[in-house]
């Protein structure tokens, strides 16, 4: 029997919205993913993500500080 595949739930290219934690200054404002790092555990919670703001800066947070967005621009 073949193990299933794990994958995350937020994909490269996805946009989402930071959450934030605490006073962040990135805290509301939205971000791309641009890569989803290894999850041994294959656990949403434990899920990781690098992402880019619109300034470009990047920034390396856990799923549950990311939310997706429907972003139309």
Same mark, same amino acid.
């Not at 962040?24 to 890569?35: A, E, Q």
């Not at 990781?48 to 799923?63: M, T």
């Given at each position: 029997?073949?193990? !299933?595949?794990? +994958?995350?739930?937020?994909?490269?290219?996805?946009?989402? !919205?930071?959450?934030?934690?605490?006073?962040? *200054?990135?805290?509301?404002?939205?971000?791309?993913?641009?890569?989803? !790092?290894?999850?041994?555990?294959?656990? *949403? $919670?434990?899920?990781?993500? @690098? +992402?880019?703001?619109?300034?470009?800066?990047?920034?390396?947070? *856990? $799923?549950?500080?990311?939310?997706? +967005?429907? @972003?139309?621009?």
């Amino acid at each position: 029997m073949d193990a !299933l595949k794990y +994958v995350p739930n937020l994909s490269c290219g996805a946009r989402v !919205l930071f959450l934030g934690n605490g006073h962040h *200054p990135k805290k509301g404002l939205r971000c791309t993913v641009i890569k989803a !790092l290894p999850n041994p555990s294959k656990r *949403p $919670e434990r899920q990781w993500y @690098d +992402v880019r703001f619109d300034d470009y800066s990047i920034g390396r947070f *856990p $799923e549950g500080r990311l939310s997706r +967005v429907n @972003d139309h621009r």
